[in-house]
């Protein structure tokens, strides 16, 4: 991979296993994420994405799926 | 920036001393609370770092708990294999594991500790591919040992049992209060001469 990868890490509202399949899937078909996965064993429900794109691309892509997301402290 | 690591080789960038921190708190945490006990927030807080920061390195506790196994594994082939010769002779090159192992120990406790924890979970995905240069190296070893008539040949369990655990075994004594024998036992050169002896002995053909 030439382009510059981030990571990105979100608090999410993810509350059940299905939600994070759906938005694993979501993320994961898209070309720019190189990687994403949930940690929903931590109060946070921690979002970790890999991608040359932005935060905002993630969080806004995320906030049309009915996630809501903002950063991790 | 370029300047600076010119002019301070040995300086760490600020990322690593951290990545380096979590991963021994980690460690650490782990070998006294347990895998359980472990939260990705308690690490932040004890390794004085965001929680966002811990996630930069591993996605969950997981991935931490694995990465760490392979950080033992690979620590541990690198001192086991300190002036270790495969193809030097059984009782010489037993003898070098013995006390590089014995060395690991001492230098890396709390590894050792972890290894012993972690190593029959189901949480740990064996596929550490550094590894395996390890495990060959021990593998021609034995082989060698076999080829030139030093030992009779054996599963590499009984192997194992015989040129390891003994030295295991004895080990095990020098770090308990009190052995079998209710009084403490301490690990010496001459004791553990004299175990070698006995089990080169053992195993020659």
């Given at each position: 991979?030439?382009?510059?990868?981030?990571?990105?890490?979100?608090?999410?509202?993810?509350?059940?296993?299905?939600?994070?399949?759906?938005?694993?899937?979501?993320?994961?078909?898209?070309?720019e994420?190189?990687?994403?996965?949930?940690?929903l064993?931590?109060?946070?429900?921690?979002?970790?994405?890999?991608?040359?794109?932005?935060?905002?691309t993630?969080?806004?892509?995320l906030?049309?799926?009915?996630?809501?997301?903002?950063?991790?402290? | 920036?370029n300047?600076?690591?010119?002019?301070?080789?040995?300086?760490?960038?600020?990322?690593?001393?951290?990545e380096?921190?979590?991963?021994?708190?980690?460690?650490?945490?782990i070998?006294?609370?347990?895998?359980?006990?472990?939260?990705?927030q308690?690490?932040?807080?004890?390794a004085?770092v965001?929680?966002?920061?811990?996630?930069?390195?591993?996605?969950?506790r997981?991935?931490?708990?694995?990465?760490?196994?392979?950080?033992?594994?690979?620590?541990?082939?690198?001192?086991?294999?300190?002036?270790?010769?495969?193809?030097?002779?059984?009782?010489?090159?037993?003898?070098?594991?013995?006390?590089?192992?014995?060395?690991?120990?001492?230098?890396?406790?709390?590894?050792?500790?972890?290894?012993?924890?972690?190593?029959?979970?189901?949480?740990?995905?064996?596929?550490?591919?550094?590894f395996?240069?390890?495990?060959?190296?021990?593998?021609?070893?034995?082989?060698?040992?076999?080829?030139?008539?030093e030992m009779?040949?054996?599963?590499?369990?009984?192997f194992w049992?015989?040129?390891?655990?003994?030295?295991?075994?004895?080990?095990?004594?020098?770090?308990?209060?009190?052995?079998?024998?209710?009084?403490?036992y301490?690990?010496?050169?001459?004791?553990?001469?004299?175990?070698?002896?006995?089990?080169?002995?053992?195993?020659?053909?």
């Open positions: 991979m030439n382009t510059p990868q981030h990571i990105h890490i979100f608090k999410t509202n993810i509350g059940t296993h299905e939600q994070k399949v759906a938005v694993l899937s979501v993320l994961e078909s898209l070309a994420v190189t990687e994403a996965s949930v940690d064993e931590d109060c946070d429900k921690v979002l970790r994405v890999v991608t040359s794109a932005g935060a905002t993630i969080q806004n892509l906030t049309t799926s009915g996630i809501v997301c903002s950063d991790l402290p | 920036m300047i600076h690591l010119y002019l301070y080789p040995q300086m760490r960038t600020r990322d690593e001393n951290k380096i921190a979590i991963r021994e708190k980690a460690m650490e945490m070998v006294s609370d347990g895998f359980d006990g472990l939260s990705m308690k690490l932040a807080k004890a004085g965001s929680p966002a920061t811990i996630y930069i390195y591993y996605k969950n997981e991935d931490l708990l694995n990465s760490l196994y392979n950080l033992v594994n690979e620590t541990f082939a690198e001192i086991a294999m300190r002036g270790f010769d495969p193809e030097g002779g059984l009782e010489k090159g037993l003898w070098v594991q013995w006390k590089n192992r014995l060395d690991f120990i001492i230098e890396y406790p709390h590894y050792f500790k972890f290894h012993e924890q972690f190593r029959n979970s189901p949480l740990i995905n064996h596929k550490d591919v550094k395996d240069a390890f495990k060959d190296s021990m593998s021609r070893f034995v082989k060698n040992a076999m080829a030139t008539g009779k040949k054996m599963d590499p369990e009984l049992s015989l040129a390891y655990g003994s030295f295991y075994s004895l080990l095990k004594f020098h770090f308990q209060e009190k052995t079998m024998m209710n009084r403490h301490k690990v010496t050169d001459e004791n553990l001469k004299q175990l070698l002896k006995m089990v080169i002995a053992a195993l020659k053909k």
